[in-house]
């Protein structure tokens, strides 16, 4: 915070010094638009200031309370007691963990590799204006519209052991035959990712068909002429020229991914084989006896884990802008 | 997921509104603050400073004693109901004036730490045992001693053990209690001719010839992590006895002892008697294998599995006591019973009229007034509560509970919650279940590990 009003005052301060001493440096010719009026300089300040102040009080702050809770322990009642990196040796022991490092690793390559991909040859394949597309855009958009608690409640009246969908339709009723979808930690990951794709793909598949609307059909035209059939067609111009739009999809496959909490969640609070940090991280610090410092480092590693597609991401879209 | 009365199941959905909490908080403290206010008016100020240097018994008390609110966490229509009721017959009997604050019981429990902290409820509805031992650890609610001066003819030692803090001082007025039994349907017995167990011999027996008969001898259902929690419980007292079990579950004893390695190893050789793919199955589904279907002879659970049979059937649900295990604990007749009732917070905004709800609560007559509102099945703590107005389900409850000689809340009441929670217990239990034939020592290990990574429980 105190870095950060510094920063904000550091900026401030040549344009206001700039309106008094008046610029003498740059081209003179410029004057006249460069001085700053006493409400120029108000502007500047609100402008950037309020962004500043939120992005301070609503991330800034709770994130690095985050990172300084992590090196207490405190049950969210008592005296916080710093503690150094003893929460993080624990997590080394932690039982719970290294499979929520991977279950998250797994849901990213899966939504990047399964999902998205299966949503954006949707998007193509519905773009091309076949009999009933609205039928089909709304019948896979649909679960886009309901809440994860939703989904989370309809796919599991689908993995029930006995009056489950699945079970029924593959025959599987009988005990000691059943299929344990949810159940067992070998399968449930999947069976959550089924669900879980079966949201993603519409979200992808509608702002990807946004993004096709939008390409200039003189360009397939262009494509045709010159005798490149739909693969070609798409992979070497439809798809360079939906740049913009590959890298919010990108981001957004990302996100999803490393924000997975809801679906494994309501199946049993991400337990045997649903773990997830997100969910870690609920489990130590809700209920009255929370470990709120324990928590705080599970956090502080997904906030680590995140830090990488959001550097990756800022450097591609300042690099646009630089272009 | 429709009908939930007992208050620490946790409930998958609702618990997701882990967002919602610090509204929901903000928005409890916003509300208590006029609703404790608001009606003190009918009183003046001044008459409750007097009251307050009289004595704290209610039965004598004038109307005069003011206002006062109670938090709940039943948020369900039969119980929230059956809160109204006991508050009904106290506000009349205390001559007190009571606000009754209700909140949805998966939000509560998130949140009642901050809740706690915050402008909280005069008097709040709580768990006995371990839960109750650590918000007055805290410091977050008030002895009442006093309280139980006036109530304690009315209960039994094991109760006011259950309600009392580590410092011998006493916090919690219990009121109701529901123990944990085999269920199962009484007209499935007769057509088939099955007698109740009453050994683990004669219940081994009794699941093989229902094997036989094409039944899954036990239902289990683990999805949400709690249920197999009694079955645990049950199963250690029976081996290793109740004191045992007390020492395990405030960790004086340890997780990688024998014993409970015996417990694990007797539970995986039972395990085939189970219904099989528990950690994929919720609860009610089970009961509904076993009460409604009948396609499983017994279900082990607590008694408000009752509530998932339909509703004519709920007569032919009997329950018996898990069987004895023919070890030298066998005469503890030990059984998991939680129990229900009220604390008082650190500041309450009227403390004679919280004390005197209080003390109304801890009367029979007030148990009564909760237990008898329609549908509810669980029964009052006071051994003195008339009976006789019962329905079968609770005289069946009430004798199971009599012949009990120790009484257990629950392992993630008499546990430490943050190691009976999610992150502990649930989790391990889960994994046993669905791998029953991992090295155990490795097993628990694991547990104990993890119960000596958890800071001080002070």
């Avoid at chain 1, 693969?231 to 990108?250: C, D, E, G, Y």
């Avoid at chain 2, 610090?22 to 008016?41: H, K, R």
């Amino acid at each position: 915070m105190a870095s950060d009003r510094n920063a904000r005052s550091a900026n401030a301060t040549p344009p206001a010094a700039a309106g008094g001493v008046a610029l003498s440096l740059p081209a003179p010719k410029k004057k006249h638009y460069s001085l700053l009026t006493r409400r120029d300089t108000i502007t500047l300040w609100v402008m950037a200031g309020v962004p500043t102040l939120l992005v301070g009080a609503f991330i800034l702050v709770p994130t690095f309370s985050s990172i300084l809770l992590s090196f207490t322990s405190w049950n969210g009642i008592g005296p916080i007691k710093f503690v150094g990196a003893q929460n993080y040796v624990d997590l080394l022991s932690y039982k719970q963990f290294v499979p929520a490092l991977e279950h998250n690793v797994i849901w990213l390559v899966f939504f990047l590799l399964i999902a998205t991909p299966l949503g954006m040859f949707l998007a193509v394949l519905l773009d091309k204006n076949i009999r009933g597309t609205r039928i089909y855009q709304s019948a896979i958009y649909m679960p886009v519209v309901l809440s994860l608690a939703v989904v989370g409640f309809i796919w599991q009246l689908i993995y029930a052991p006995e009056q489950g969908l699945l079970n029924n339709v593959l025959g599987k009723t009988a005990q000691g035959d059943q299929i344990s979808w949810l159940g067992n930690p070998s399968l449930n990951l999947w069976a959550v990712l089924i669900a879980a794709s079966w949201r993603q793909v519409g979200y992808v598949m509608v702002l990807y068909l946004a993004g096709l609307k939008g390409v200039d059909p003189s360009l397939r035209e262009a494509a045709s002429i010159d005798g490149a059939n739909e693969r070609q067609t798409f992979r070497h111009v439809v798809f360079p020229v939906m740049r913009p739009i590959n890298m919010v999809i990108l981001v957004i496959t990302v996100i999803e991914s490393l924000r997975a909490f809801d679906l494994a969640f309501i199946v049993n609070k991400g337990l045997n084989g649903l773990e997830l940090l997100s969910t870690l991280v609920t489990n130590n610090i809700i209920g009255e006896t929370s470990r709120i410092g324990f928590g705080s480092a599970i956090a502080v590693v997904l906030l680590v884990v995140s830090i990488g597609p959001i550097i990756f991401y800022l450097f591609n879209s300042l690099r646009e802008e630089i272009e | 997921m429709v009908g939930l009365s007992a208050p620490w199941r946790r409930n998958g959905l609702i618990t997701l509104a882990s967002l919602a909490i610090v509204v929901s908080a903000c928005s409890s403290a916003a509300t208590t603050a006029p609703a404790s206010v608001a009606p003190a008016s009918v009183a003046p100020a001044a008459s409750t400073a007097p009251a307050a240097s009289t004595a704290p018994a209610a039965s004598t008390a004038p109307a005069a004693l003011g206002a006062t609110t109670l938090g709940s966490n039943e948020s369900d229509a039969v119980p929230k109901a059956a809160v109204q009721a006991m508050v009904d017959y106290c506000t009349a009997k205390a001559g007190i004036t009571v606000k009754v604050n209700t909140t949805d019981h998966g939000t509560f429990q998130n949140q009642i730490s901050s809740y706690l902290q915050g402008k909280p409820d005069d008097v709040v509805k709580w768990f006995a045992g371990n839960r109750v031992r650590f918000f007055a650890a805290q410091g977050l609610i008030s002895p009442i001693d006093d309280v139980w001066a006036n109530i304690e003819q009315y209960m039994t030692p094991g109760l006011k053990a259950a309600s009392t803090g580590a410092d011998g001082k006493t916090y919690f007025v219990p009121v109701y209690q529901y123990p944990w039994v085999v269920l199962y349907r009484k007209s499935l017995f007769t057509e088939k001719g099955y007698t109740i167990p009453t050994t683990i011999d004669e219940f081994v027996a009794l699941a093989k010839k229902m094997q036989a008969d094409g039944l899954v001898p036990l239902a289990f259902g683990d999805q949400d992590g709690w249920p197999a929690m009694g079955t645990f419980d049950i199963l250690n007292m029976r081996m290793n006895g109740y004191q045992f079990h007390v020492g395990l579950m405030a960790g004086t004893e340890k997780w990688n002892d024998p014993r409970v390695k015996a417990v694990f190893a007797k539970w995986a050789e039972l395990l085939p008697y189970f219904q099989q793919g528990a950690p994929g199955r919720t609860w009610q589904d089970a009961a509904k294998l076993a009460l409604v279907d009948k396609k499983a002879g017994m279900y082990f659970l607590g008694t408000f599995a009752n509530e998932q049979a339909a509703e004519a059937d709920r007569t032919d649900v009997g329950f018996f006591p898990f069987p004895l295990m023919g070890t030298q604990y066998d005469s503890e007749k030990a059984i998991d019973a939680p129990i229900d009732g009220f604390f008082m917070v650190a500041n309450p905004a009227n403390a004679p009229a919280a004390k005197a709800l209080l003390t109304c609560f801890g009367t029979p007559e007030a148990q009564l007034a909760y237990v008898l509102s329609p549908g509810l099945t669980s029964v009052a703590v006071s051994p003195l509560a008339d009976t006789s107005k019962y329905s079968d389900v609770q005289k069946a409850q009430a004798e199971i509970l009599k012949n009990a000689g120790s009484i257990a809340q629950f392992l993630d009441r008499d546990a430490r919650a943050d190691f009976a929670g999610p992150s502990g217990m649930q989790g391990f239990l889960l994994s046993f279940l669905s791998d029953p034939k991992q090295d155990l020592d490795k097993f628990l290990g694991d547990i104990q590990a993890y119960y000596d990574t958890l800071p001080p429980d002070k």
